[in-house]
C-alpha cells in the first residue's frame, strides 16, 4: 500500500503545480484513488472573494463525479510545497467523509516520509443524514 501512497502523493504534486493561486501563493493538489482503481486530482483555485475558492481536495473529489465515478473513495493524498502534512479543512474533511467514513488520508512529513490518517480520526462526530 506505501508504493500506492507514494504514487498518490505524485500525482498530488503535479497536481499543485497548476494551483490559480495569485493572492496567497500557497500551492496545494490532491489525488483521490477510488474503488474501481481510478484516480483524480485537483489544485486549489483561489478567488478575489476568499468564500469562493475551491480547495484541491473538493476539486479531485469534484472531478471523479464529473467522470461519473460511482465507487467509493478508499484514500486522498494531499501536498503543498509550502507546508508539510498539509491536512485538510473542515470543509474538505467532511466531502471526504460524505464519499466513505473509511478513506484514509495520505500526507508527506518533511523528510518525504509518507503518513495516514483515518477520516474519521480527523472528523469524530462527522455529520451525516
Not at 25 to 30: L, N, P, Q, T, Y
Not at 95 to 102: G, M, N
Given at each position: 500500500m506505501q508504493r500506492t501512497f507514494a504514487n498518490l502523493i505524485s500525482q498530488a504534486k503535479q497536481a499543485a503545480q497548476n494551483a490559480y493561486?495569485?493572492?496567497s501563493?500557497?500551492?496545494?493538489?490532491?489525488c483521490a484513488l477510488f474503488e474501481s482503481?481510478?484516480?483524480?486530482?485537483?489544485?486549489?483555485?483561489?478567488?478575489?472573494?476568499?468564500?469562493?475558492?475551491?480547495?484541491?481536495?473538493?476539486n479531485a473529489l469534484s472531478n471523479a463525479i464529473v467522470e461519473g465515478e460511482k465507487s467509493k473513495l478508499i484514500a486522498?493524498?494531499?501536498?503543498?510545497?509550502?507546508?508539510p502534512e498539509c491536512s485538510p479543512c473542515g470543509a474538505c474533511r467532511?466531502?471526504?467523509?460524505?464519499?466513505?467514513?473509511?478513506?484514509?488520508?495520505?500526507?508527506?512529513?518533511?523528510?518525504?516520509?509518507?503518513?495516514?490518517?483515518?477520516?474519521?480520526?480527523?472528523?469524530?462526530?462527522?455529520?451525516?443524514?
Open positions: 493561486v495569485p493572492y501563493k500557497f500551492k496545494v493538489g490532491a482503481g481510478n484516480t483524480y486530482i485537483g489544485c486549489n483555485v483561489e478567488n478575489s472573494s476568499y468564500g469562493l475558492s475551491l480547495c484541491a481536495e473538493r486522498i493524498a494531499i501536498v503543498s510545497e509550502n507546508m467532511q466531502w471526504i467523509y460524505e464519499f466513505s467514513q473509511e478513506a484514509k488520508i495520505i500526507l508527506e512529513k518533511q523528510d518525504k516520509t509518507i503518513i495516514s490518517f483515518d477520516i474519521k480520526e480527523l472528523l469524530p462526530n462527522a455529520f451525516l443524514i
